[in-house]
């Protein structure tokens, strides 16, 4: 092994939640940890290199992430180098993302239902979206709504109660 390397991330963060959007829990502390090793391979020496590397990744959200890289360097001469490579890579999702994603699963599709903002009820409406409530927030209209979709929530997207009970 000619190259390694260790990574340790910790976050945390304390939110407040607004009328119209909140992250659950409010407060969060998450930990990443990963590992990196490669190692070089000489074909012919000062001509051509092979880089075979992996980073393995753990995160709060993915659990267990191994990514692999392969890269090539070839120097026909002094003056040229060229490389070429294929690795994998992953997005450390956003705790907000997350959430949503979770909150999400259960509805009946993604964004059917418009909470906020857009003035035009009639054309939300036409466009498919299943229901619209605009800003300010009525709470008995917003209790509605949501008590509406809880059910189907709770039936169809079991795994968003343990996405966003983890702590």
Not at 147 to 153: I, L, P, S, V
Request: with cysteine; charged share 25%.
């Amino acid at each position: 092994m000619s190259f390694g390397e260790m990574g340790y991330r910790h976050t945390t963060d304390d939110t407040e939640g607004t009328v119209d959007q909140a992250l659950v829990p409010p407060d969060s502390a998450v930990h990443f940890f990963n590992l990196f090793v490669q190692d070089q391979i000489t074909r012919w020496p000062n001509r051509a290199y092979l880089y075979v590397g992996t980073k393995l990744e753990n995160s709060y959200y993915t659990g267990f992430d191994l990514l692999p890289s392969v890269h090539l360097a070839w120097t026909p001469d002094a003056r040229r180098t060229f490389w070429a490579g294929i690795s994998r890579a992953s997005r450390t999702p956003s705790r907000r993302g997350v959430g949503l994603d979770a909150l999400l699963a259960g509805l009946p599709g993604p964004a059917e239902v418009v909470l906020l903002g857009n003035p035009n009820r009639e054309k939300c409406l036409a466009a498919g979206m299943e229901e619209y409530l605009s800003k300010p927030i009525r709470t008995q209209e917003l209790d509605a709504i949501l008590e509406k979709y809880a059910k189907h929530r709770a039936e169809n997207a079991p795994q968003a109660e343990g996405i966003l009970s983890k702590k």
